[in-house]
């Protein structure tokens, strides 16, 4: 079978590498399973990048609830972005935020297909 995460979007090589790495076990059913239920659940990169750039308009965290972090997105909402440099440390590390939720999302789909 070929490698069924090339068919994700914008799809980092630290992402791809804990993918191979997580499903190296899985039957072609099951990692068929596996990606339809984590491409629905994945956040690209970019699109965190796009929703920090809006915390700089005055709607800061936003960033935050989509990466599954209510309680920073609601610190950032309150504090103006922690007075925007909370916002512009998110534009920074974007991939890392999207690296690190897709991460989880991956462990979590893995617990549900098995």
């Known amino acids: 079978m070929e490698n069924p995460f090339l068919n994700l979007k914008s799809v980092t ?3 791809m590498m804990n993918l191979k790495n997580l ?3 899985l039957s072609d059913d099951k990692l068929r399973n596996f990606v339809s239920v984590y491409s629905s659940k994945r956040r690209e990169a970019e699109m965190i990048l796009i929703i920090s750039c809006v915390g700089l308009l005055g709607f800061a965290g ?3 609830f989509l990466v599954g972090q209510i309680g920073m997105g609601l610190l ?3 504090t103006g972005g922690l007075c925007l440099i909370g916002t512009i440390l998110d534009i920074v590390n974007h991939k890392q ?3 690190e939720y897709n991460a989880q999302m991956a462990a979590e ?3 549900l297909i098995q």
């Open 13 to 15: 090589p630290t992402e």
């Open 23 to 25: 499903t190296a076990n």
């Open 62 to 64: 936003i960033q935050r």
């Open 76 to 78: 950032y909402f309150f």
């Open 97 to 99: 935020l999207a690296d």
């Open 109 to 111: 789909t893995l617990q």
